[in-house]
């Protein structure tokens, strides 16, 4: 897969992912937890109704897949949306995806990437960090002093990019050339904290991520940041408090 480039299996994993209603449990349970053969995903968009009752698929939901998967509109709206926000999206079947993910309980169905690096993940291990967002100096010396003594190790640092904490941690990567990476609570267009946005473009242009796991217009709101911490979490081989 090139970069910006979206995989003919991840589009339709893309596409039943902006379908009302449809979430990461019923996404999991269309593709057998993302083990069903890939000809069988393709076939998706040739279902008819019984095919999708047969999979225990409640008749409105399997009704709005039929609808939407024969109609490319939403598809075509936010494949022009990661086109314009230089973004590209990968699904379980991309080889890109963390493999660590894929171990969590609802898999994320859909990561959108905005990076310089088309697998970050390639042989690091994550480290997440998680601070209070009213962190003091003790904090920030705390995060210096840890990450410092990472700089030789193959290791990306994680966090949430939200001001305190979270932030100490990314710009201690970043001065110790260590990639980072921001696991958002919003979709790629409303990246937040917005007074975070300097940060943000220095992470991308050190080879670091900005990550998230809703489309690309999602605001944030109470819902995002817990489902943004599960993934997280999922991505982590160890947590820094």
């Known amino acids: 897969m090139t970069y910006n480039q979206t995989s003919k299996y991840s589009e339709i994993i893309l596409q039943l992912s902006l379908i009302d209603r ?12 993302f083990t069903i053969d890939k000809t069988n995903l393709l076939s998706f968009k040739n279902y008819e109704l019984n095919d999708f009752l047969n999979l225990k ?9 039929i609808q939407e998967l024969r109609n490319n509109k939403l598809l075509e709206t936010e494949l022009n ?5 230089n973004v590209f999206v990968i699904s379980p079947f991309d080889d890109e995806y963390p493999k660590i993910l894929k171990t969590i309980e609802n898999i994320p169905p859909i990561l959108y ?10 042989n690091r291990k994550v480290l997440a960090c998680i601070g209070s967002r009213n962190s003091n100096n003790y904090g920030e010396y705390a995060a210096k002093h840890f990450i410092l003594n990472l700089k030789e190790q193959s290791v990306i640092i994680a ?3 939200a001001i305190g904490g979270d932030s100490f941690a990314h710009n201690s990567a970043l001065n110790n050339n260590i990639p980072t990476i921001v696991i958002l609570g919003s979709g790629l267009m409303h990246e937040y904290p917005a007074s975070n946005k300097y940060l943000f473009e220095k992470i991308v242009d050190s080879e670091g991520a900005l990550i998230s796991q809703f489309p690309m217009n999602t605001k944030p709101n109470k819902g995002t940041f817990p489902a943004r911490n599960i993934v997280l979490a999922g991505l982590c081989d160890a947590l820094l408090v």
């Not at 990461?24 to 269309?30: E, F, M, R, W, Y």
């Not at 698929?57 to 897949?65: C, F, Q």
Request: cysteine-free; charged content about 20%.
């Open 22 to 33: 449809i979430g990461p449990s019923i996404i999991s349970k269309l593709t057998n937890n």
């Open 57 to 65: 698929i409640n008749i409105k939901i399997a009704t709005s897949i």
């Open 81 to 85: 949306l990661i086109q314009k926000y």
């Open 113 to 122: 990437i905005k990076s310089k690096s088309k697998n970050i993940f390639k």
């Open 159 to 161: 966090s949430g990019g």
